[in-house]
């Protein structure tokens, strides 16, 4: 017995030339929250692979419970202890509650038929570890994330786990919902069970975890106690470059004027009686709880949905937006929260990506696109915003997160835009590129622009926006300058 | 509650429609719910029914099988003319064809499982290839039916009489093979483990690797068991019509997925069932072979299958857009004071 659940000693692992992992080590003890962070491609995702056993390593030790594996297989490691709760979470959507709950148990178990009875037990024994109510026959493509998760949290529970690594747990989940994720995870805590939680929401990992290890670019750079740490300090290991963050400083110019108004819009199941207006050069943020209504006002104003009553209008004129091809008519650009769907055709080349809302002007008079024309642009955008690319034509799905949003912005941003509306800017996008994108935010505010931010990272908020809005069920609730908030008020604001 | 969540469903509707139509047919007529036409009914649904059960799987594990009518065709082909008056017994006849489709639908499942190619690509690529065998290296034409077979053909469930007309129809034996099929395939889908796979593989397959299932495997079984059993419905099919015609089962497969898919099943895998399918083929069956009865001329028969596959699967289409673009949003009823 040892009173580490987890000993790594100089794990290397090379992909070809590609060092992913260069003699890293990472120690977590029985009952202890964990936090494993880096930017994308710094190893994490490679050493969760070598602990489930899914790599062999090149070199280096592996301990578990004080049990060294030369040879670890999946099965050895979910037989000591270890299970993985992936970001996709692995569940089935076409199956119930009741299935997915218990057919890892079944397989494992060798059963050859179906038992709805031990299904059932299977299933409530699972959830009861957590207390999680859920109703068993319910399709889990009809639940949230939230719920998918706590879903994969129990199931990974029957194994006797002692070790359970989360893979960027709280990325699709709201505040509301990863409080109830961290008070899932200290009652685990309490029974004596590991967690290894993966993330780069600076709030949250300082809020659970009590222990960190920083990889970046398959080294360790930093392992020791949270209090160590502070968030400069964190940013700097995880970027390897110090960052300052500066907050957007609006300055009110007398002559700048309203480019967006809205009155008193409704759309059933949706938001009701929503007024406001937004000036140029403005960034107004827009939070509030997921199901307050926040994401479908946004849709609203760029017309994929019709809104049921009231008006919009845009530098003073009434418009009318029915369809996203109104929208975009009216200069009002979207950036859906799902970039990954909503946003970006992931199977077809970056180059095509960004040039997808300007067709019309890529092509000559018979209709033929003009390939010079969208490699300069797309050349332009690139340097513009220092994207990170190979060639053009590779396929989006090439590209990291930050990237890959940074490719939908210049998508919007090459065309004529009176309204920017960003859902979500940076969720699943590295610390690095996430402040190359508040900067490049505050740029085009600078410039002229009017910019509408949705997000429920208070931070965020704070930190880039002049003005926001706080909705709470499908109504504004409250309007507040910046200025006069704090991270506490605010968190305050949007739950009450 | 229950009853709630069965409205919810894609078969709900298609009974419901199917009910509608047979009443329909039946005030307009008169003829609908009499016995030789209910027994001309069952006895034109027994192929496509059969074919409908393979190929569902195939769909649920996220595949789609477009060679079945050529696996059907090539397997009956061989053993009808290869063996014919070798065995009284039918029963060689279906196991060699069954053994036969095995061998094909083997070719088909290792191409799409092991290199993860397209199955419909894989699938029509060997569909031209059996047929391209059977009919150059065999040199298919119309044969007789071989004596073990021919017996088999004739065997009679029942035969119903119209009291009004005085005409009959038979209901041959493999309905019954039918029945026995569609509850097989109703316990394997929802009584075993295996069946769990298939639906698991089908509705998130690194899901389902990461459950321990064994994604190759079962990808495999799926379209082993789908040429096995186009070469059994093959036989069958030869049976039923007395005779060995060797092109009349090509063209089924896009009618067979097409039911399918009225019926639920989805194209991208994971969902749908036994009951969905046998519903689909039911009304589609019903459809194109009352319209005489309304009145309608068979040339336009087509035109109504085609009408019936077009609104069937736009309408779970639209559904399906509507769940997704729902808003759920709960909005307080107190216009709140802005701070």
């Not at chain 1, 029974?191 to 222990?211: M, N, R, Y």
């Amino acid at each position: 017995m040892s009173e580490n659940i987890i000993k790594i000693t100089g794990v290397k692992k090379y992909f070809g030339g590609v060092k992913a992992l260069d003699g890293v080590d990472l120690v977590i003890k029985k009952g202890e929250v964990h936090c494993l962070a880096g930017e994308n491609g710094c190893g994490k995702s490679t050493i969760i692979n070598v602990i489930s056993g899914f790599y062999t390593p090149d070199a280096g030790t592996i301990e578990i419970d004080g049990k060294e594996y030369s040879k670890l297989t999946t099965q050895m490691a979910i037989d000591a202890g270890v299970q993985v709760i992936y970001q996709d979470l692995s569940v089935f959507p076409n199956l119930t509650v009741r299935e997915n709950l218990a057919l890892n148990m079944e397989v494992a178990s060798g059963k050859k038929f179906v038992s709805k009875k031990r299904f059932q037990e299977i299933a409530l024994e699972a959830i009861s570890k957590i207390n999680f109510k859920a109703d068993l026959d319910e399709m889990v493509e009809n639940l949230t994330v939230a719920d998918k998760q706590l879903i994969a949290i129990s199931r990974a529970l029957l194994n006797n786990a002692k070790l359970i690594i989360m893979d960027e747990p709280t990325t699709a989940i709201t505040q509301k919902e990863v409080k109830n994720l961290f008070r899932v995870i200290r009652d685990l805590q309490k029974q004596g069970i590991a967690i290894l939680f993966v993330s780069h929401k600076l709030d949250e990992v300082f809020e659970i975890a009590e222990h960190f290890t920083i990889f970046r670019s398959g080294k360790n750079v930093f392992s020791g106690r949270t209090e160590e740490l502070d968030e400069q300090k964190f940013t700097y290991y995880m970027t390897g470059r110090e960052i300052q963050e500066e907050a957007f400083r609006y300055e009110k110019r007398p002559d700048a004027k309203t480019v967006l108004e809205v009155r008193d819009l409704s759309l059933a199941n949706g938001f009701a009686d929503c007024s406001f207006s937004l000036k140029e050069g403005e960034i107004l943020g827009i939070t509030g709880l997921l199901g307050s209504g926040r994401t479908e006002l946004a849709e609203t104003i760029f017309g994929y949905h019709k809104a049921d009553s009231g008006e919009i209008l845009i530098h003073g004129k009434k418009v009318e937006i029915g369809s996203v091809k109104d929208g975009i008519a009216n200069g009002i650009g979207y950036v859906p929260p799902e970039r990954n769907v909503q946003g970006l055709f992931m199977e077809q080349s970056i180059a095509d990506n960004i040039s997808i809302t300007r067709w019309k002007d890529h092509a000559d008079r018979l209709g033929f696109v003009n390939e010079k024309s969208i490699e300069d642009s797309v050349a332009h955008w690139v340097k513009e915003l220092s994207i990170k690319i190979n060639d053009p034509q590779d396929n989006m799905k090439t590209l990291s997160g930050g990237n890959a949003q940074k490719c939908v912005l210049a998508k919007w941003l090459s065309l004529d835009l009176k309204v920017l509306i960003l859902n979500g800017p940076t969720v699943g996008v590295d610390i690095g590129a996430k402040y190359d994108i508040y900067k490049l935010t505050k740029k085009l505010a600078e410039n002229g622009l009017a910019v509408i931010i949705i997000s429920d990272d208070i931070r965020e908020v704070l930190s880039n926006c002049n003005r926001v809005l706080v909705m709470r069920q499908g109504r504004l609730a409250e309007e507040r300058m910046t200025s006069e908030l704090d991270e506490a008020s605010l968190s305050a604001l949007s739950v009450e | 509650m229950n009853f709630k969540r069965l409205t919810k469903k894609t078969e709900f509707y298609i009974a419901v429609i199917i009910l509608a139509f047979c009443l329909l047919v039946q005030v307009r007529s008169g003829q609908f719910f009499t016995g030789n036409n209910i027994v001309d009914l069952l006895r034109s649904m027994t192929i496509p029914m059969m074919f409908c059960v393979g190929e569902m799987m195939v769909l649920i594990s996220g595949g789609v099988d477009c060679s079945f009518p050529a696996i059907a065709s090539l397997s009956m082909y061989f053993v009808c003319t290869k063996m014919d008056g070798m065995f009284d017994n039918p029963l060689p006849y279906f196991l060699v064809a069954m053994l036969l489709g095995l061998c094909m639908g083997a070719v088909n499942g290792f191409i799409v499982a092991k290199f993860k190619f397209p199955a419909m690509i894989v699938t029509l690529g060997t569909s031209s290839l059996f047929l391209g065998i059977m009919q150059g290296i065999l040199g298919s034409s119309e044969y007789p039916l071989t004596s073990g077979l021919y017996s088999l053909g004739s065997t009679k469930l029942l035969t119903a009489v119209n009291a009004k007309s005085g005409l009959t129809s038979d209901l041959p034996v493999h309905f019954a093979f039918m029945i026995i099929l569609v509850i097989l395939a109703w316990l394997l889908m929802n009584k075993t483990m295996l069946g769990r796979a298939i639906y698991a593989v089908g509705g998130d397959e690194v899901a389902a690797a990461r459950a321990g299932f064994h994604v190759f495997g079962t990808r495999m079984f799926i379209f082993c068991l789908s040429g096995a059993l186009a070469g059994f419905i093959g036989v069958c099919r030869s049976s039923m019509l007395l005779t060995v015609s060797p092109n009349n089962m090509i063209g089924m497969e896009m009618d067979v997925i097409a039911a399918c898919v009225l019926g639920g099943v989805s194209l991208i895998g994971g969902r749908g069932g036994i009951v969905g399918a046998v519903l689909g083929t039911a009304l589609m069956t019903i459809v194109s072979n009352s319209l005489i009865l309304l009145g309608v001329s068979t040339q336009w028969s087509r035109v109504f299958t085609g009408l019936i596959i077009i609104v069937g699967t736009a309408v779970s289409a639209i559904q399906e857009q509507q769940r997704k673009k729902k808003l759920f949003v709960t909005i307080s009823d107190k216009a709140e004071v802005k701070g």
